[in-house]
C-alpha cells in the first residue's frame, strides 16, 4: 500500500507541475534539449558514481571491511539502479549491506552504508548552508526574500538538533543506547581517523562537485544556464528534497523544488520544471550499467 501511496504522490505532483509550471512550454523545452549538455550531465553523473564508490570503499575499510575497486563500483551501480526504479529511494543501499556482509558481519557492512550515504548528504547540506551565508552577507549576493532565508535556517537548526539527539541518544537504556553509541563511534572512525579524513573531504567535496554540475548541465541543455552562485545556493536544496520519501526517487518532489525555487534566480517555472526533468532522465541512464551486473550475475548463477 505504501508504494502504491507512493506511486500515486509521483503522478498527482507531476501533473500538478504540468498545470502550473507551464507543461506545454517545458516539453518544448525538453523536445529542443541540446544533446551536448546531456552528455555533460552524463559524464558528471558517472564520475559522482566512481567518486562515490571509493568513498564507500574507503568507509569500508576503515571498519575492516575489505572491498576491490570495481567490486565497489559494480555494487554501487547495482544500488543506484534499484533506487532509481522502486519506491523508497534505500533498497538498493540495504542491497549492498546484505551482499557484502560474509566477510565482516552484516552489522559492519551496514554502518559502512550509512556512513557512506550519511558523509554525502552532510557534504550536499554544508555546502548550501555556507554558500547561501556567504551570498547572504557579500553586498552584491543574492536578495534572498524572507522564506528563503528562514528555511534555510530551519534547516540548519534541524540538522543540528538531529545530530544533537543522536548523541543523546547514546545514553539511552536498553539496546537502542548501545546501538547509536557504537554508530556514533564508527561514522568517527571512517570519516574523521587520522588515515581517512582528508581523503573523505576530497571525495565528498569531489561528489558533490559532480552532482552540482550535473544538474548545472541538465539546466544548460534546456537553455537555462545559472550562475555559479544558483548552482551553490538553490541546486542542493532541490537535490535534498529526493531524501524524502514520499515520491518514487524524489520525481515530483524535485520537480516542485526546482519549480519553486529557480526563480529566485531569474528562471521561469517551466524552464526550472525542464531542467529538473532532463537531470532526472539522464539519471536513469546514469544508472543503466547496474542491468549489466545483473546480467552478468544471472548468468554465472
Do not use: K
Amino acid at each position: 500500500m505504501l508504494r502504491l501511496v507512493q506511486a500515486l504522490v509521483t503522478v498527482a505532483l507531476l501533473a500538478l507541475l504540468w498545470q502550473v509550471a507551464d507543461g506545454g512550454r517545458a516539453l518544448e523545452a525538453l523536445a529542443s534539449a541540446q544533446a551536448g549538455w546531456m552528455l555533460a550531465t552524463l559524464a558528471a553523473l558517472t564520475l559522482h558514481t566512481v567518486l562515490a564508490a571509493e568513498r564507500w570503499r574507503l568507509t569500508a575499510a576503515a571498519l575492516g571491511l575489505h572491498l576491490g575497486h570495481g567490486y565497489a563500483l559494480r555494487e554501487y551501480y547495482l544500488a543506484q539502479l534499484v533506487n532509481s526504479t522502486v519506491p523508497g529511494g534505500v533498497v538498493g543501499d540495504a542491497g549492498r549491506a546484505v551482499r557484502t556482509r560474509e566477510q565482516a558481519g552484516l552489522t559492519i557492512a551496514a554502518q559502512a552504508v550509512v556512513v557512506e550515504r550519511f558523509a554525502g548528504q552532510v557534504a550536499l547540506l554544508a555546502t548550501m548552508i555556507i554558500a547561501i551565508t556567504v551570498t547572504w552577507l557579500v553586498p552584491g549576493g543574492f536578495d534572498w526574500p524572507p522564506w528563503m532565508l528562514g528555511l534555510a535556517a530551519t534547516i540548519t537548526l534541524a540538522a543540528v538538533a538531529l545530530l544533537g539527539v543522536l548523541l543523546a541518544a547514546r545514553w539511552l537504556p536498553g539496546r537502542v543506547g548501545p546501538r547509536i553509541a557504537e554508530l556514533s563511534r564508527t561514522a568517527g572512525l571512517a570519516l574523521l581517523g587520522r588515515r581517512v579524513a582528508l581523503p573523505q573531504l576530497a571525495l565528498s567535496a569531489g561528489t558533490t562537485a559532480c552532482i552540482l554540475f550535473a544538474f548545472f548541465s541538465a539546466a544548460a541543455a534546456v537553455d537555462l544556464h545559472l550562475s555559479f552562485a544558483a548552482v551553490v545556493t538553490l541546486v542542493p536544496l532541490i537535490l535534498l528534497t529526493m531524501l524524502v520519501p514520499l515520491t518514487i526517487s524524489g520525481w515530483g518532489l524535485r520537480e516542485g523544488a526546482a519549480a519553486a525555487l529557480l526563480p529566485l534566480a531569474g528562471a521561469t517555472a517551466s524552464a526550472s520544471l525542464a531542467a529538473s526533468v532532463v537531470f532526472g532522465l539522464v539519471a536513469l541512464v546514469a544508472v543503466l550499467p547496474g542491468l549489466a551486473v545483473v546480467w552478468v550475475r544471472r548468468r554465472a548463477g
